[in-house]
């Protein structure tokens, strides 16, 4: 039974790396992907998927049967988990209390993965700063009858609009069909500061362009127009991490992109599991989360 390839991860403790089920089960029956081909991609992308999820309560996405097979999103720590996903115990804002989890290590990913987990949604907070976040993002999501160059369009301008108020971006393929503008914050200001300026902001476009943005989740308005979704910035919200696959047909993996990346891309959901791996993290990536953003007026 073929298992990871332990020479990939570096920083591992080899001994907490799991052994792998059923290697052999096909994940994406169209592209013909195995829960080792899952593994390996996971393992290759480790380096720059756990600086995206480390001590970042998940949502995430299990697959047992594969991607065309029953589905699970789970956000609370369940019985079996491996030894390196902890459980972390939070308030909810019903006042009740209820254990979530996160990772912190390349065990913990393959813990996770051994358990087919396919798609990874991380909190906008660590654990460190729970009620903190330390990154906005802007869910861009399209009418099916949108072109993809006026979705590329939207992204320019949330950037565009960011930078007036002072906070730089970088784009995100989703693998889907839409695109997320991320803007990586110091961790300073609370839940309800950062979600009443993501609500404003969506509504400032939104009156400036009222054919082409609504910032309301209801699809009966949104014909022909963008949903800005700035609901992912509350807290216990969520937002697919780079380079996280998705549980669709063709294996598509969420990328972080540049700017210039993003203009020449010529459709969504175009990187994969075949080639994510290959790709490097964008230097404006660290830098934006190096450079400890605040939100205007603060
Ligand atoms: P797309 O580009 O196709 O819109 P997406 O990842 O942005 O892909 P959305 O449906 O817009 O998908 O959801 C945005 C984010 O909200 C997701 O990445 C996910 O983290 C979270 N989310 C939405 N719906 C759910 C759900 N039912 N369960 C868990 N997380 C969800
Ligand atoms: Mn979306
Ligand atoms: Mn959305």
Redesign the pocket.
Known sequence: RKQPSRSKAKDADEDALPTLSSPTRVVYPDAGYTKQAVCDYYLSVADRLLPEISGRLL?IVRCPEGIDGQRF?QKHAGRGFGDAVHRHTIVESSGEEAGYFYVDSVAGLMQLVQMNTIEF?PWGSTVDALERPDRIVF?L?PDPGVPWTRVKQAAVEVRDRLEEVGLASYPKL???????VVAPLAPKAEWEQVRVFCEAFADAMVRQAPKRFVATMSKAKREDRIFI?WL?NGRG????ASWSLRARAGAPA?VPLTWDELASERK?ARVTLADAGSRELPSLVEELVARQQTLPLQ
């Open positions: 949502s999103f949604h869910d999501d989703t693998g889907g069909k839409g695109v997320h979704d992912r919200a969520t937002s697919v969420a969504a």
